[in-house]
């Protein structure tokens, strides 16, 4: 069965792009305008990956990761945060908050497939 | 994503068009988040959304290779950081440099939408004040982002690497695979594994997420240290690592322990209206079908009008349950075009702002009912006469600093803009405490360009109403920064084709105040029935100036341009509908139907002969382009509740028809009109 993977951006064209590339990959793409739809989504069943992003309005993708991290269902899932070169300590956040891996934008679809390989089982 | 070669089928201009999609609008939320800082506004959530929007932006310019946009946008995001995590204080000075950049962003947007390049030093000044800004912060400026060209991955021959792998319980909980780093590895050459199980407990003392393995590789590889370090670059601060090459003097090249920074603090803010995209195109079709449904409805109520009521009670009733959900259905389906104004008014500030600049005044606009909601297609076409409005209060109205001084008013003037719902209508009001006009000025000027008769003494009012007049503005523009060859008759022709009427109010010395009244939408109409032999028209009720029944004294024949009504004084030219549109069995005499007055911009005030009114209806305007072909005359078509077709008359083309008509006629006795008509359908 296709791996599932939730997109997580606020913006439409990053969601458009990173499910474009993930579903030509063979994954089944779920995705969310924010952290709160997140949360929503990813009570509608099980995950393997959830790719967020950092600034958003509502619920920003630190509190997302917080979040999944301290609920049951979906603890252990991989979650990448999509940042910039430029967000500094960013990556640290994230990873403070609990996230597994960071990608960095812009990335190309193979910079994508690769990274999302590198931590989903 | 940037693209790639390989990339085939990604479609990139689709995405493309997308983040433009998205630009505009996150532009118009900084706009107006700005704009509420500039008022004061230092909530987090402002902050914090002013920079998201940004952030945003630079995003997706990063993606679709829009480097003068990244570059701005970063120094712009670097600041609106700083802002937000208040290393730089919000000062007058800061906000409005944000207010500049945020214009030059939307110029550097629009530049890279179009792919059209900018001048190398375009927007310098304001990217420096920022660094400036910058510069007194705590943190010092990031460098404008490049993309770190990674450096070799190839070290040169083939090394042997020792790495020790200890995992915290840490890494395991962010759901880092030690599994999939060992694959990693492999990926890099050959891969020696051995396990360090000591730290194992016994089985009923395991804690299932906790840390017990540890590993030590040997990895024999053609690849550098960076790229081993790579594998482990999102763990490196989850476990203790140690990486070296056994082949030259050992020198520890990496160990990391945990440094978990301070966490970001949550921003849960109210929560969002749920929204779709749609296609436009959907709605419309949306739209129209309801449209259908609605006049199917109208046909049934008619014909159930018919039906005695104690026979059929349950149809009746159904008829009106039909009725009443048609109605709400309608109402439904265009409140699904519906937006609000906002996207329009958000625009103004920056011009204020500009032309304040340009003209040395001091002016704030106070925009309110920024979220009353209008048809689309009115919103769209809503800019340019409330910009030239704008422009207007400003060059006209608001006086320079020092005299608006000696008038004892405030040194910054300021120029009001709002919307608001009035009965089934939108009334959008701009206000300057200016000046006012200038009656006698204004009166003077009519009467040197004739407008006015010499002598005459207009009321007051309708002394203000002559700035609507084609040739009251655009010949001598008092300045240029209004005039630009456009007035407000233009103005008023653009609010008029939008269903829309204009009005002025003014006092000399304390101000003027226009009001726009739109309808809310322009697929529905409100007109007047009318009936012309059998045909049956309909003229909009926003055209219609009065009905009346002249007397024969009244009508004069002018030879070659048809009859004409004397009224009041003036002189309008006929039209005779029935004459126009070769309808048999119509009134022909003025006298004896009804003459409705409409005003039109193009063709002024003219009379309507028609046979009799039969009512005012709210109609749903079918397009004839789109159905049949363009007619001359007509704007568009409507279905009356007995399913007849009802054409829906253009008064502002009416006239020529109808001089064309009796030209054409003229010399030809009644009869032979028909006649080319019927030698052309022999001839086909």
Redesign the interface.
Known sequence: MAKRILAVD?????R??VS??LK?AGFDVAEAE?G?AALNVLTSGKFDLIIT?L??????G??LI?NV?AGSQH?????LI?T???D??KK??G????????LV????????IATVN??C? | ????SD?E???IA??RK??FE?CAELLDALQSNLELLAGGDEEDETL??I??SV??I???A??FGCTDLVAFS?IF??LLDALREHKVPATRDVKQLLLRASDALADIVNAARLEQPLPGNFAAEIRAAMQDSLQGSVDAP?AV????TPESDVAGGEHTYRIVFRPHTEML?????P??LIR?LCKLGVLTTEVDSAALPALEAIDPEAAYLSWTFTLETVASLNAIQDVF??VE??CDLKIEQLDIAPEPAETAGS??????P????P??AQSI?VDVDKVDRLVNLVGELVISQAMLTEQGLSLPADQYPTLIQGIEALAQSARELQESVMAIRAQPVKSVFARMPRIVRELAATLGKEVRIVTSGEMTEIDKTVIEQLNDPLTHMIRNALDHGIEPPAERLADGKPRQGTILLSAAQRSGRIVIEVSDDGRGINREKVLAKAQARGLVPAGASPSDEDIDNLIFLPAFSTADVISNISGRGVGMDVVKRNVQALGGRISVRSKFGQGSSFSLSLPLTLAVVDGMVVSVGDETFIIPLVAIVENLRPQAADIHPIVGRGDVLALRGEYLPLVYLHRAFAIGGAIADPCRGIVIIVQSESAGRVGIVVDELLGQQQVVVKSLEANYEPVDGISGATILGNGRVALILDVGRLHEIDIRGTDSRLPLPETSRIEPAEDMTHAA
């Open positions: 606020d913006s439409k064209t990053m458009d792009m474009f590339t030509k924010d709160k992003d600034n958003m309005p509502n619920m920003d630190i509190s917080k991290r603890r252990a899932v991989p979650i999509l910039t070169e430029s500094g300590t640290a956040d990873k403070a908050a609990g996230a597994t891996g960071w934008k812009p990335f190309n679809p193979e910079q994508l590198r931590v089982p | 994503m940037s693209v790639t990339s089928a990604y479609p689709q995405f997308t983040y998205e914090h959304a920079f998201r952030h945003s630079k995003g997706g990063g993606a970063h995001e670097s990031v982002a490049a993309q770190s909980r962010k759901a880092n695979e599994l999939l990693e670059e999102f601060d989850d440094d978990p920074a301070g966490a970001v949550t921003a849960t803010g929560a969002p995209r």
